[in-house]
T-cell receptor, first 114, second 112 residues
Framework: NAGVTQTPKFHILKIGQSMTLQCTQD?????MYWYRQDPGMGLKLIYY???????DKGEVPNGYNVSRSTTEDFPLRLELAAPSQTSVYFC?????????????FGNGTRLTVT | DAKTTQPNSMESNEEEPVHLPCNHS???????IHWYRQLPSQGPEYVIH???SNVNNRMASLAIAEDRKSSTLILHRATLRDAAVYYC?????????????FGKGTRLHILP
């Protein structure tokens, strides 16, 4: 299994542009999450999904959109990028919300908005 | 807001035990305590979890206070590779609203 795969690894975006961060997992996990991590800080939850067709807002959803049309994929869309969205973005998945179902994280996408 | 509080940073000598504390005074009866760690330039990885009893695995031990309002992650013999940010989080069992919130974690420095 490849686990959780995020693309691209790095990207530079101009202010006002849009882009989609890709996240896919091959573990048949129902639960998926997007976090952002600013330099020297902890992770902030952006959006999460408990299954295909279902998404919910996290702590910091403004400026982002998500969709979950399949179990495997959970893309994160940035519309009208702003410098405040410069961050490292992590996608994670979990088989269920049971206590013995840990989160599996991807290696992150480092995004710079200039 | 995160439901847990941890010291910002800690230091330990190599090959000595490390005790990383976490306070979670508002924990509910259905919350499990999970620990993750994040090595430099990587995504977080699962370390251990528990509910009431102390837990051991190949990576670490988890000691949970009797009132469950605090817990301690124990690395029995720290190595340089254990230098990371350690996160303590609470996860409710079988709650559809699986909004998993991370705090700032504890940055562990290992001195050779």
């Amino acid at each position: 299994n490849a686990g959780v795969t995020q693309t691209p690894k790095f990207h530079i975006l101009k202010i006002g542009q849009s882009m989609t961060l890709q996240c896919t997992q091959d573990m048949n996990h129902n639960y998926m999450y997007w976090y952002r991590q600013d330099p020297g800080m902890g992770l902030k939850l952006i959006y999460y999904s408990v299954g295909a067709g279902i998404t919910d807002k996290g702590e910091v959803p403004n400026g982002y959109n998500v969709s979950r049309s399949t179990t495997e994929d959970f893309p994160l869309r940035l519309e009208l990028a702003a410098p405040s969205q410069t961050s490292v973005y992590f996608c994670a998945s979990s088989y269920s919300n049971s206590y013995n179902s840990p989160l599996h994280f991807g290696n992150g996408t480092r995004l710079t908005v200039t | 807001d995160a439901k847990t509080t941890q010291p910002n940073s800690m230091e330990s000598n190599e090959e000595e035990p490390v005790h990383l504390p976490c306070n979670h005074s508002t924990i509910s009866g259905t919350d499990y305590i999970h620990w993750y760690r994040q090595l430099p330039s990587q995504g977080p990885e699962y370390v251990i979890h528990g509910l009431t009893s102390n837990v051991n695995n190949r990576m670490a031990s988890l000691a949970i206070a009797e009132d469950r309002k605090s817990s301690t992650l124990i690395l029995h013999r720290a190595t340089l590779r254990d230098a990371a940010v350690y996160y303590c989080i609470l996860r409710a069992v079988m709650n559809r609203d699986d909004k998993i919130i991370f705090g700032k974690g504890t940055r562990l420095h290992i001195l050779p």
